[in-house]
């Protein structure tokens, strides 16, 4: 195993990359910091990451988005730099309420949202919230979360297995053992190590709020959508399974594909399918057409 102070060289050359053209900038809210990266400009494009990753994840996708688009992926409250929620078991309502705010605050009326992973429980509440900001909304391997019922059994169970891997193993553990299940059987190297390096960057406080979310919440409690929405999901994802984000995006009423050649992490693993799917849907919300 390298040591924690070495960063590979294709993750090196990521993060250089990242600084230097999907920089960070901290945001002053009312009464928190919330953390964005940004690039490009005209139409927004708004990025929501999963619950091990981060902003950085979306870099390759941003940069060939950012050459028609304005790009704003965040790291989600308790995720890098940005403050966490006041609740210790928030609901997605809280994580749109933030969302909200830094709209407001980057003067964004109107945005293609993508949520991938978890990032689509709190992109499917903003979605009901606030319809009128959302021109149309991608979701990417949508976690259904297990907070109906009907799970509860199941949701103990998840709940406690993260919650003991965060405890026993701490977040670089956790991401030197999780990386490879993000993706797809032979993944590159260079996507491995970049799934490695934003799972590295996990708060434990951020990661435990998540992990509420996560398994406090349910995607299709926010149903029905009052704004267009499409499911996309990785062909060989092992986490939100095809067959899973099929029945969601069947009772959501949205169309679905699949992303070849690519597990969970398929903004990571396959980012130049994944942003022409984007670039497609963003024109499709500009004409108001409707799959």
Same mark, same amino acid.
């Given at each position: ?45 708004? @990025? #929501?990451? =999963?619950?091990?990753? +981060? &902003? ?5 996708? *941003?940069?060939?988005?950012? !050459?028609?688009? %304005? ?40 945005? @293609? #949202?993508? =949520?991938?992973?978890? +990032? &689509? ?5 903003? *979605?009901?919230?606030?319809? !009128?900001?959302? %021109? ?156």
């Amino acid at each position: 195993m390298l040591p924690a102070t070495h960063t590979p060289a294709p993750a090196a050359e990521l993060e250089a990359l990242l600084a230097q053209r999907f920089a960070q900038r901290t945001l002053v809210l009312n009464d928190s910091h919330q953390a964005i990266r940004e690039t490009g400009s005209g139409p927004a494009v708004v @990025l #929501l990451h =999963g619950i091990g990753s +981060g &902003a950085g994840s979306w870099l390759e996708v *941003a940069l060939q988005l950012g !050459q028609h688009a %304005r790009v704003v992926a965040w790291d989600a409250p308790g995720y890098g730099d940005s403050t966490p929620l006041p609740p210790l078991a928030p609901k997605a309502e809280n994580y749109a309420e933030r969302l909200f705010q830094t709209l407001d605050a980057l003067n964004i009326e109107h945005c @293609l #949202l993508v =949520g991938h992973s978890l +990032g &689509a429980i709190t992109a499917a509440a903003f *979605a009901r919230l606030h319809p !009128q900001r959302v %021109r149309r909304l991608v979701l990417i391997s949508p976690a259904q979360g297990y907070g109906d019922p009907a799970r509860d059994i199941q949701r103990q169970q998840v709940r406690k297995k993260r919650i003991t891997a965060l405890e026993q193993l701490g977040i670089a553990q956790m991401a030197a053992q999780r990386s490879a299940a993000m993706l797809s059987p032979h993944p590159s190297v260079k996507a491995l190590e970049w799934v490695r390096w934003n799972m590295a960057r996990l708060n434990p406080q951020g990661y435990r709020q998540a992990i509420e979310l996560l398994c406090g919440d349910h995607l299709l409690r926010h149903a029905p959508l009052a704004v267009p929405c499409e499911v996309h999901c990785g062909e060989a994802d092992g986490i939100t399974a095809p067959e899973t984000c099929l029945s969601l995006a069947k009772a959501l009423g949205a169309p679905f594909t699949l992303i070849p050649d690519a597990g969970h992490a398929s903004p990571i693993e396959q980012p130049c399918l994944v942003a022409g799917r984007l670039a497609f849907a963003l024109k499709e919300s500009l004409t108001g057409s409707v799959q």
